[in-house]
T-cell receptor, first 114, second 109 residues
Framework: EAQVTQNPRYLITVTGKKLTVTCSQN?????MSWYRQDPGLGLRQIYY???????DKGDVPEGYKVSRKEKRNFPLILESPSPNQTSLYFC?????????????FGPGTRLTVT | GQSLEQPSEVTAVEGAIVQINCTYQ??????LSWYQQHDGGAPTFLSY????GLEETGRFSSFLSRSDSYGYLLLQELQMKDSASYFC??????????FGQGTELSVKP
């Protein structure tokens, strides 16, 4: 089954404790992206990757890191989480860049930073 | 800055037609997409317009006017299951996507 998986689905952590949210897709997609969703703000792009070893900043990259060492994986790293990073996070992938191609979204990761 | 504007809420009755508008102000434009999201679940892709005009996919249609920086999503024969949030998104450069804040559609019986 074609899918994007994220782990963990729910996470409660404390300020400053490094964490990684994993994202994996099994569709051989070149494009992957991370978004955060906050009430009233819609989806905001954090980082995206056009292919292996190619990543670029979205609209709200501060406080986040990503890497793309393999085509299927695109982990999101929070080196020192803060309460303003409490949010719902989505990973997505598509066969090409941006809007022209259907993006497949993962189920989301709900992160709470206390 | 870059922004997309959509109404925050729309209410309609079953069987009716509803139009959700999206106006955008962006530096660069490659196309306008629409996504549907039920209750905080994963968004799902509905349509994409790169050129002016209407694209139809079943009960859903999407329209774009590049000269007016405007597009809309048209939902016909509304069903209860269409109650969801709808987001427009613009590809501005490379792989960068800007999303609107979303329109919450409530379909009443």
């Amino acid at each position: 089954e074609a899918q994007v998986t994220q782990n963990p689905r729910y996470l409660i952590t404390v300020t400053g404790k490094k964490l990684t949210v994993t994202c994996s897709q099994n569709m051989n997609h070149e494009y992957m992206s991370w978004y955060r969703q906050d009430p009233g703000l819609g989806l905001r792009q954090i980082y995206y990757s056009m292919n292996v070893e190619v990543t670029d900043k979205g609209d709200v990259p501060e406080g986040y890191k990503v890497s793309r060492k393999e085509k299927r994986n695109f982990p999101l790293i929070l080196e020192s989480p803060s309460p303003n990073q409490t949010s719902l996070y989505f990973c997505a992938s598509s066969s090409g860049a941006g809007g022209a191609y259907e993006q497949y979204f993962g189920p989301g990761t709900r992160l709470t930073v206390t | 800055g870059q922004s997309l504007e959509q109404p925050s809420e729309v209410t309609a009755v079953e069987g009716a037609i509803v139009q959700i508008n999206c106006t955008y102000q962006t530096s660069g434009f490659y196309g306008l997409s629409w996504y549907q999201q039920h209750d905080g679940g994963a968004p799902t892709f509905l349509s994409y317009n790169a050129l002016d005009g209407l694209e139809e996919t079943g009960r859903f249609s999407s329209f774009l006017s590049r000269s007016d920086s405007y597009g809309y999503l048209l939902l016909q024969e509304l069903q209860m299951k269409d109650s969801a949030s709808y987001f427009c998104a613009v590809r501005v450069a490379g792989g960068k996507l800007i999303f609107g804040q979303g329109t919450e559609l409530s379909v009443k019986p």
